[in-house]
């Protein structure tokens, strides 16, 4: 990438809005540019870590080992970052361990700035710290925020798993009510629901004001979907066929990154969901062999 090509892909970077575009050239000079092919590990969990990483082109995909249901290690997406933001802002404010693994997903071109790098460039600039370090502030606040969000409403949803609702439409109106207001910005939503007995969608639940498409989406291998730049859909996977679908419409369109970490809350919900509908099945079908069993004992003599 050449200067120019360069100041232009900073000046589209959200921790530099503050910083003057006079500014930018200075900087540069102390970046080191470097390119990962799609499903390479830009840094592993754990390894020492003192440079930012700013996205280019692309995407990266953050992840954590978590301990999976069946007790093995497993990664789980912590988000999925595009071009115009950055990993590894914690290395700059404490440098040490890093906290998660970093995964080119699709090929990426990054800006790597380097910790002494940093300083150094602050010191002939020592205006510019204060709007700098704001920014990762910022950054980092939004990113807990929607963590915490997220953490909160899987926590709710996996509670449910142990509460007796009694139908999947009772369980469907119930989620998409706690869900809808966890999803940053203003949304309306929908919840369908497979009918056995006339084999069709039927939407069991609204949520908000604006229309909400009521035709299937075709999902293919991906569970979750954006219609269009405001509308993302979810499908609720059943052990013969499609158990049900959600479909949320924003009132604007989200960012990049808002709109990956939408994609990725909901297609974890739909998992608990998911196990969720299980539960009432089975709950449903033992209902149904106690019934049978009682009146075959009433019957007999």
Same mark, same amino acid.
């Given at each position: 990438?050449?200067?120019?090509?360069?100041?232009?892909?900073?000046?589209?970077?959200?921790?530099?809005?503050?910083?003057?575009?006079?500014?930018?050239?200075?900087?540069?000079?102390?970046?080191?540019?470097?390119?990962?092919?799609?499903?390479?590990?830009?840094?592993?969990?754990?390894?020492?870590?003192?440079?930012?990483?700013?996205?280019?082109?692309?995407?990266?995909?953050?992840?954590?080992?978590?301990?999976?249901?069946?007790?093995?290690?497993?990664?789980?997406?912590?988000?999925?970052?595009?071009?115009?933001?950055?990993?590894?802002?914690?290395?700059?404010?404490?440098?040490?361990?890093?906290?998660?693994?970093?995964?080119?997903?699709?090929?990426?071109?990054?800006?790597?700035? @380097?910790?002494?790098?940093?300083?150094?460039?602050?010191?002939?600039?020592?205006?510019?710290?204060?709007?700098?370090?704001?920014?990762?502030?910022?950054?980092?606040?939004?990113?807990?925020?929607?963590?915490?969000?997220?953490?909160?409403?899987?926590?709710?949803?996996?509670?449910?798993?142990?509460?007796?609702?009694?139908?999947?439409?009772?369980?469907?109106?119930?989620?998409?009510?706690?869900?809808?207001?966890?999803?940053?910005?203003?949304?309306?939503?929908?919840?369908?629901?497979?009918?056995?007995?006339? @084999?069709?969608? %039927?939407?069991?639940?609204?949520?908000?004001?604006?229309?909400?498409?009521?035709?299937?989406?075709?999902?293919?291998?991906?569970?979750?979907?954006?219609?269009?730049?405001?509308?993302?859909?979810?499908?609720?996977?059943?052990?013969?066929?499609?158990?049900?679908?959600?479909?949320?419409?924003?009132?604007?369109?989200?960012?990049? @990154?808002?709109?990956?970490?939408?994609?990725?809350?909901?297609?974890?919900?739909?998992?608990?969901?998911?196990?969720?509908? %299980?539960?009432?099945?089975?709950?449903? %079908?033992?209902?149904?062999?106690?019934?049978?069993?009682?009146?075959?004992?009433?019957?007999?003599?």
């Amino acid at each position: 990438m050449d200067n120019a090509a360069m100041l232009k892909a900073l000046r589209g970077l959200h921790l530099l809005e503050r910083i003057p575009d006079d500014r930018l050239p200075t900087l540069a000079g102390f970046l080191k540019q470097k390119a990962f092919t799609d499903g390479t590990v830009i840094f592993e969990e754990g390894s020492e870590g003192d440079a930012l990483l700013f996205v280019a082109k692309g995407s990266i995909r953050v992840s954590k080992r978590v301990l999976g249901e069946k007790g093995e290690i497993e990664q789980k997406d912590l988000a999925i970052l595009p071009a115009g933001e950055c990993v590894g802002e914690m290395s700059l404010m404490v440098p040490g361990p890093r906290s998660a693994r970093a995964t080119a997903a699709g090929d990426v071109e990054v800006f790597q700035l @380097e910790r002494t790098d940093l300083l150094r460039w602050l010191d002939s600039n020592p205006a510019l710290a204060v709007g700098f370090f704001a920014e990762i502030v910022e950054t980092l606040t939004r990113r807990l925020r929607r963590s915490s969000n997220e953490l909160t409403l899987l926590f709710d949803l996996s509670q449910w798993l142990l509460e007796p609702i009694p139908s999947g439409k009772d369980l469907l109106q119930k989620v998409l009510g706690h869900l809808v207001p966890h999803v940053e910005g203003t949304w309306s939503g929908a919840a369908f629901l497979y009918n056995e007995f006339n @084999e069709e969608m %039927e939407r069991v639940a609204n949520q908000g004001q604006a229309e909400v498409p009521s035709t299937c989406p075709v999902f293919g291998d991906q569970k979750t979907i954006w219609l269009d730049g405001k509308s993302v859909a979810v499908a609720i996977p059943g052990p013969k066929r499609l158990d049900g679908y959600l479909v949320l419409v924003g009132a604007q369109e989200p960012p990049p @990154e808002l709109r990956n970490e939408i994609s990725r809350t909901l297609a974890t919900s739909a998992g608990l969901i998911e196990s969720a509908l %299980e539960n009432i099945r089975f709950r449903t %079908e033992d209902q149904l062999r106690a019934r049978l069993q009682s009146a075959r004992s009433a019957g007999s003599f």
